[in-house]
Nanobody, 123 residues
Framework: QVQLVESGGGLVQAGGSLRLSCAAS???????VGWFRQAPGKEREFVAA????????YYEDSVKGRFTISRDNAKNTVYLQMNSLKPEDTAVYYC?????????????????WGKGTLVTVSS
């Protein structure tokens, strides 16, 4: 069983930065770990993912060049550095993991979810 706990959300002005963290227990049961987000009234969408052993990373097109996913295997933690934030990045951000061998790119591939952390970007 994998447990995921996010932290680092908050309120930031447009153009600012935030770094999200996700601490994973039971990490050895997962292959890929990543981030999804869900804005009010919208479906949950893929943001970025990385393989614990080093494959990837993979990004949703709208965050390429602004967001960076990274991992610290010694700390069993994955990070999402978000720069040049826009109001449309406002959402609850969820850490997610899978034990499957295919890259994590959709909600259907997720085996484990965190509870989420809110990111609000003001204009």
């Amino acid at each position: 069983q994998v447990q995921l706990v996010e932290s680092g959300g908050g309120l930031v002005q447009a153009g600012g930065s935030l770094r999200l963290s996700c601490a994973a227990s039971g990490r050895t049961f997962s292959t890929y770990v990543g981030w999804f987000r869900q804005a009010p009234g919208k479906e949950r969408e893929f943001v970025a993912a990385i393989r614990w052993s080093g494959g990837g990373p993979y990004y949703e097109d709208s965050v390429k060049g602004r967001f960076t996913i990274s991992r610290d295997n010694a700390k069993n933690t994955v990070y999402l550095q978000m720069n040049s934030l826009k109001p449309e990045d406002t959402a609850v951000y969820y850490c997610a993991a899978t034990s499957k061998s295919v890259p994590l790119r959709s909600s259907g591939g997720v085996d484990y979810w965190g509870k989420g952390t809110l990111v609000t970007v003001s204009s």
